[in-house]
């Protein structure tokens, strides 16, 4: 008897309607066009204006599911990668499992930053694996405009709304999530970091008046962890798994700089156009980037094919999935 596999079946997106472009940013912060795209390779992001992260999310596997054609009962388990959830609590999880009707679904979040998803993917892959799940929603989705001050030009011009979701199932044919090198060092919470909010710094109006409930970040000392754990871990897996260059088909890699990717890339030995790129108009949607990406590439994907996701996030948070593309769309 074959090992059961926790194969990807399908997958959909979210974006917000309202774009915000680098010359939209130019008129309320210090900043230009050439200034962004030079140093991130960002052009334009989008932005929710109204809603939550939940109604993001919940748009998302609507619509995967009548694309599909599954009914919400069907669905087993719910796994939300958010680090803006709607609430403390209740879960965001359980609140799309109630916006969409997936009432027989269990869920919870998963916090991770920007690895999210892959942390989520792997975490979703073993309930598949065991034998006891059949249809898992494993979900990235981030409102990172609600935590970003966009008095700092060193954050808001980099993030954006969005959300993206996969549906796993059981897979026979030795294809899906074949393997994944995850990593984390609690060292790095201070370069990257929302301060306030949570128990170590509950809400008070100094709080507030301080702007600590926003997004901080030291670019430089993240960018340098972020270049180099990323393209680590990524070359890591290929060895682990016994992968060329030639073998891999595609990279997913987190999209928070378009330097970061491409280094990478090139410590993977892979050419530009095996690399899946949308920075230039999501901006860092955080935990939607890697199923955005996959949304976004999903036609030219074809059964068989080696895909390498690879992420690092605040936390430091870290890690690549290899994973073998399931179907044919």
């Known amino acids: 008897m074959s090992k059961v596999t926790a194969a990807i079946t399908g997958v959909q997106g979210y974006l917000p309607e309202t774009i915000l472009t680098n010359h939209d940013l130019a008129k309320f912060v210090d900043t230009s066009d050439e200034w962004i795209l030079t140093r991130t390779g960002i052009s334009e992001r989008r932005i929710m204006k109204d809603g939550a992260s939940s109604d993001m999310a919940a748009e998302a596997v609507k619509g995967l599911l009548a694309k599909k054609g599954i009914d919400p009962l069907e669905i087993d388990l719910v796994i939300v990668a958010t680090v803006t959830p709607d609430h403390p609590f209740p879960s965001t999880a359980n609140i799309v499992c109630d916006k969409v009707g997936m009432t027989n679904a269990w869920g919870y979040d998963l916090i991770a930053a920007c690895s999210g998803f892959i942390y989520a993917l792997q975490t979703g892959a073993k309930f598949i694996e065991s034998g006891t799940h059949k249809k898992v929603l494993v979900i990235g989705v981030d409102k990172m405009s609600s935590i970003i001050d966009y008095q700092d030009r060193t954050t808001c011009v980099i993030f954006g709304d969005g959300a993206g979701v996969v549906l796993l199932e059981p897979n026979n044919e030795n294809l899906g999530v074949m393997d994944a090198i995850l990593r984390s060092d609690g060292s790095g919470r201070k370069y990257l970091i929302q301060p306030?909010?949570?128990?170590?710094?509950?809400?008070?109006?100094?709080?507030?008046?301080?702007?600590d409930h926003y997004v901080k970040q030291e670019g430089k000392t993240v960018?340098?962890?972020?270049?180099?754990?990323m393209a680590e871990v990524s070359a890591e897996i290929m060895e682990k798994n016994n992968l060329t260059s030639e073998d891999v088909d595609w990279l997913v890699p987190h999209q928070a700089n378009l330097r970061i990717?491409?280094?990478t890339a090139e410590r993977m030995g892979l050419s530009k156009d095996k690399v899946m790129i949308n920075i230039q108009k999501y901006g860092n949607t955080t935990a939607g980037t890697l199923p955005l990406c996959l949304w976004d590439w999903e036609k030219q994907l074809k059964k068989g094919d080696n895909i390498i996701l690879s992420a690092f996030g605040g936390g430091?948070?870290?890690?690549?999935?290899?994973?073998k593309w399931a179907y044919n769309s």
């Open 196 to 211: 306030a909010g949570g128990s170590a710094n509950p809400a008070t109006i100094e709080t507030v008046e301080n702007r």
């Open 223 to 229: 960018f340098k962890f972020a270049v180099t754990n």
């Open 261 to 263: 990717i491409d280094a």
């Open 316 to 323: 430091f948070t870290w890690g690549a999935v290899y994973l």
